[in-house]
């Protein structure tokens, strides 16, 4: 079970992450619809996994998992991409991701992903 910041610019996008998570006993302690909003909550709620979507208005997933990563290097955070962003998710994890889900969420692919990066 893991305290989890769901991180994405789409409602609907967070409500599915959202109830898949809370299926597999997790929490959801807080949710974030651009990447500057997530760097903010993540200092206010220290969440143990961040799920970051890439593409979003204000601040890029990207660019939030750098500036988390840099004040909280031991930051557990999976990035959620959509088919085609290969090369994102791939700077994503050279700035310090630990895992990506592609959309649309397979349930099973999410669990696996939360479960691993948990360790």
Avoid: W
């Avoid at 290969?86 to 700077?91: E, F, G, I, L, N």
């Amino acid at each position: 079970m893991a305290k989890i910041l769901v991180v994405d610019d789409a409602k609907f996008m967070r409500v599915t992450l959202t109830n898949m998570l809370e299926k597999a006993n997790h929490i959801v302690i807080g949710e974030a619809e651009n990447g500057r909003e997530a760097v903010e909550l993540y200092r206010k709620l220290k969440p143990e996994i961040v799920t970051m979507d890439i593409t979003m208005p204000e601040m890029t997933g990207l660019d939030a998992v750098k500036e988390i990563k840099k004040e909280f290097p031991d930051a557990k955070i999976v990035m959620c991409s959509s088919m085609g962003q290969q090369k994102m998710v791939m700077d994503a994890i050279e700035a310090g991701a630990k895992d990506y889900i592609v959309k649309p969420f397979n349930e099973n692919r999410v669990n696996e992903a939360i479960d691993k990066v948990l360790g």
